[in-house]
């Protein structure tokens, strides 16, 4: 539309944007139509890879359950991120259940570039009222009010096809109640190198159905870039 003022333009608003929707802006590395930088376009979709590189939340939510039943884990691949080389903080918050009072999930964690670091903790709720006397008891319990203990686990060992490295730390009381959404999560750092996936695999700890949930989310934030 030409000789029209800028905001002349018809409103679009932010629930209305596509991935195709371009914006315009001035980049200053070129100078080919003023010494101030050469007027240019980006298409959000590129915008968006942009602003996460510079520290902007990247974010994953699971829309189709996994299940298995089976002690080899398989890959969510739901919730698999794709990064570049950089530092990173990430959070899985996983709603899982269990077929089974006696069987919990397991997990491994992955990268398949290269990281230098990788640092995670396991996470959940223990509702036993002592701290170690019900470990392994992954919550939910509506019969009292008692507060319990946050469990976790310190891990460093990424791997796809093994038993998980992070799983029930007891056998008995895996889960105190069966087909029911139990929260755990998953927090760590990791320096990449090599840019590739970030994969969370699950398996059950039998060979008895355990399930990650439709709404388990992953959040990855860039830390070692200054956004200002």
Known sequence: MADTKQSALADLTGANL???????????????????????????????????????????????????????????TGLTMALEAGTYIFDYRLLIQSATITVGVQFNFNFDGTATKARWWYQYADLSATLLAAIGTQAHDTSTSTLGFQMAKAEDDMATTAAGNMGPFATTNAVQTTNTDIMVA???????????????????????ATSVEVGSSLVVVRTDLDPT
Do not use: C, Y
């Open 18 to 76: 596509a991935d195709g929707d371009f914006f315009p802006l001035r980049d200053v590395s070129d100078t080919t139509m003023a010494a101030t930088g050469t007027n240019k376009e980006i298409v959000l979709s590129e915008l968006i890879i942009a602003l996460q590189a510079r520290g902007m939340n990247r974010t994953k939510r699971l829309d189709a359950q996994h299940s298995i039943s089976s002690a080899t884990p398989t890959e969510v």
């Open 186 to 208: 998953i927090k760590g750092i990791i320096v990449v190198t090599v840019a590739g996936n970030m994969e969370l695999w699950h398996g059950s700890e039998t060979a008895t």
